[in-house]
């Protein structure tokens, strides 16, 4: 069942209903890559840091930990709340609230309820970043928190971390997340 052959143009060889069928099939390509264009974005590590929501880039994160305790170093900066011992190598833990100068939530007893998320190795100083829970995996349209950030804090003054982040919608009626710069976060808060 081929399709109906077209009229031969005037020097042209008739399309056969293969030509058809293949140029049919190119075109639904482009249709749907440039409908698929603005929807898709990077994918974020979603956690939750009090009430607020945060996006990790995704392919920044190696794996996801229940919280374990830390020990603390003396003279650390006070985002850096202690290091960990992690297959064989020390790992330090930096607490995203603290880290982006937000409140921290209120402890759960002994337990230490939450998250380690452990980042890939970008970074001298192996890290983990310790957070209240993570919640999910959500896509983050627009620009990049990078850009952003540069022209937020110009000249490297006040809360850089905290100016370095977009507001990205988890779609599906979810909550927005603040997307984080992790390579501006994390010079602040390690030597």
């Known amino acids: 069942m081929d399709a109906p052959q077209s009229a031969p143009k005037h020097g042209a060889r008739p399309r056969t209903g293969r030509d058809i069928r293949a140029a049919r099939a190119a075109s639904l390509a482009r249709r749907s890559a440039a409908a698929a264009g603005p929807e898709t974005g990077i994918d974020h ?3 939750a840091c009090g009430a607020e929501r945060f996006g990790i880039p995704l392919a920044a994160v190696a794996q996801v930990l229940p919280m374990r305790p830390s ?3 003396p003279g650390a900066v006070p985002a850096l709340l202690g290091l960990i011992a992690l297959s064989g190598r020390i790992v330090g833990v930096v607490g995203l609230a603290r880290a982006l100068g937000r409140p921290e939530a209120p402890p759960e007893g002994e337990s230490g309820g939450g998250h380690l998320v ?6 001298p100083q192996a890290v983990a970043l310790a957070v209240d829970r993570v919640l999910g995996i959500a896509a983050a349209p627009g620009p990049s928190a990078a ?3 540069e022209d937020a804090d110009p000249a490297g003054l006040g809360n850089a971390a905290a100016s370095g982040y977009a507001p990205a ?5 979810r909550p927005d997340f603040v997307v984080v710069d992790l390579p501006r976060l994390l010079r602040r808060v390690l030597p």
């Open 45 to 47: 590590l979603v956690c």
């Open 71 to 73: 020990t603390p170093m």
């Open 118 to 123: 452990v980042l890939r190795g970008g970074q």
């Open 147 to 149: 850009g952003i950030a």
């Open 169 to 173: 919608s988890a779609r599906d009626g």
